[in-house]
Every structure is written in structure tokens, then in C-alpha cells.
């Protein structure tokens, strides 16, 4: 019955790796979003999804591609891997412009 | 450009009252969240303010002043379990409808 869901919870993966980071959630929400936290604790907005569609694309890196098939999910995809990736990563999930609700973040650690 | 600033740390004793600042500048303003995140853990919702003034929830009081920018989160009775960090997040409106967030102020509180 958890709200918003991410896997993996741990990632860790050599420099130049291609991986995925999958979102879930069954709230019935209509906007998604990815968050990038670094080592500062500094929440960064990537990406956000409202039905499907992107909206906000934030001055992102083009090796970060995300995909929603659907309105309860929105995976992001991470091509080349770069040290300077490494972060915690949050999926979250709201109506239009309310209180938004956090996945538990998946740690990426590029070696 | 689009600024929120916060304290980056604070201390605070057990059963005492904290209040912890944010002044904002934003293009275009909808709102004020204040969340709560602890050491590894996804930030969750508190409170969001929209008009002037104060909003009581339990222990947590949100204050919000738009024509000065500047909001306040207000915390009571505390306990250890306050130990977190809180972040500040305004929704602002630019080219895009978006949610900006602080970098956060990191709570201690001692017995």
C-alpha cells in the first residue's frame, strides 16, 4: 500500500554504465517529478510529467531520459554514467500544483 | 532569478520553541511549502501557505508575509524526533509552473 514507490533502493555501478531508476505510484496523481539531491542536501527538480506529458525539463544533461507509459509511472533513464552523478534520487507525485509526495530515493553510486 | 535562502544549521533544545526563516525571490509566486526530511529519508509534507499570515497545525505554525518575501516555520514543544531537516519550497511561476526548493536547515535538538 506504499504511496510512491522507487526501485532500486541502492545503486552502485561503474563509470560508463547505462542504468534505470523506476517510479510508481498509486495515488491517482496526475503530475510526477524526478529530484536530484547531492551531497549537500541541495533538492534539485529534473524532470516533471503531468498525463504523460512532459513539462518542466530542467537544464539537465541529455544522457538523463525519462519515460512515462503511464500516469502512475515515470522511470528515468541514465546513459554514461559520470561520477558527478552520484546522488540520491526522489520520484515524487502530486495533483497540479498541491503537496507533493516523496518516494523513499534511490542512492546512485558511480564508481 | 529565482532565490530562497534558509539557515543552514540550527540548535535547539528539548521542549523549547524554534523558529526557522525563509525569504524568497521568485518570478511569479503561488505558494509556500515547508517540509520535513530526516537523515536518509524522503522529505514529507508540513504545511503550505497561500495568503498572509499564520496557519496552525498542531506543534508546527507556518507564517507567510508575500509582500516581504519571507515566511517562518515555528515549531513547539520540541523533541528529539524534530531533529531533521526542513525545507523551504516556493511554487513559482515563470515559463513554467515549477517548485523551488531551499537548501534546507538541518535541526539539532539536545535533551
Known amino acids: 500500500d506504499t504511496a510512491v514507490s522507487q526501485t532500486p533502493k541502492y545503486l552502485v555501478t561503474q563509470m560508463g554504465n547505462d542504468k534505470s531508476i523506476k517510479c510508481e505510484q498509486n495515488?491517482?496523481?496526475?503530475?510526477m517529478y524526478w529530484y536530484k539531491q547531492d551531497s549537500k542536501k541541495f533538492l534539485k527538480i529534473m524532470f516533471s510529467?503531468?498525463?504523460?506529458?512532459?513539462?518542466i525539463n530542467e537544464t539537465v544533461p541529455n544522457r538523463f531520459s525519462p519515460k512515462s507509459p503511464d500516469k502512475a509511472h515515470l522511470n528515468l533513464h541514465i546513459n554514461s554514467l559520470e561520477l558527478g552523478d552520484s546522488a540520491v534520487y526522489f520520484c515524487?507525485?502530486?495533483?497540479?500544483?498541491?503537496?507533493?509526495?516523496f518516494g523513499p530515493g534511490t542512492r546512485l553510486t558511480v564508481l | 532569478g529565482q532565490n530562497i535562502d534558509q539557515p543552514t544549521e540550527m540548535t535547539a533544545t528539548e521542549g523549547a520553541i524554534v523558529q526557522i526563516n525563509c525569504t524568497y525571490q521568485?518570478?511569479?509566486?503561488?505558494?509556500l511549502f515547508w517540509y520535513q526530511q530526516h537523515a536518509g529519508e524522503a522529505p514529507t509534507f508540513l504545511s503550505y501557505?497561500?495568503?498572509?499570515g499564520l496557519e496552525e497545525k498542531g506543534r508546527f505554525s507556518s507564517f507567510l508575509s508575500r509582500s516581504k518575501g519571507y515566511s517562518y516555520l515555528l515549531l513547539k514543544e520540541l523533541q528529539m524526533k524534530d531533529s531533521a531537516s526542513y525545507l523551504c519550497?516556493?511554487?513559482?511561476?515563470?515559463?513554467?509552473?515549477?517548485?523551488?526548493f531551499g537548501s534546507g536547515t538541518r535541526l539539532s535538538i539536545r535533551p
Open positions: 515524487a507525485s502530486s495533483r497540479v500544483h498541491n503537496e507533493q509526495f
Open positions: 501557505n497561500v495568503l498572509d
Open positions: 519550497a516556493v511554487w513559482a511561476y515563470s515559463s513554467a509552473s515549477k517548485i523551488i
Open positions: 495515488l491517482g496523481h496526475d503530475t
Open positions: 510529467y503531468n498525463n504523460k506529458e512532459l513539462i
Open positions: 521568485t518570478s511569479g509566486f503561488n505558494g
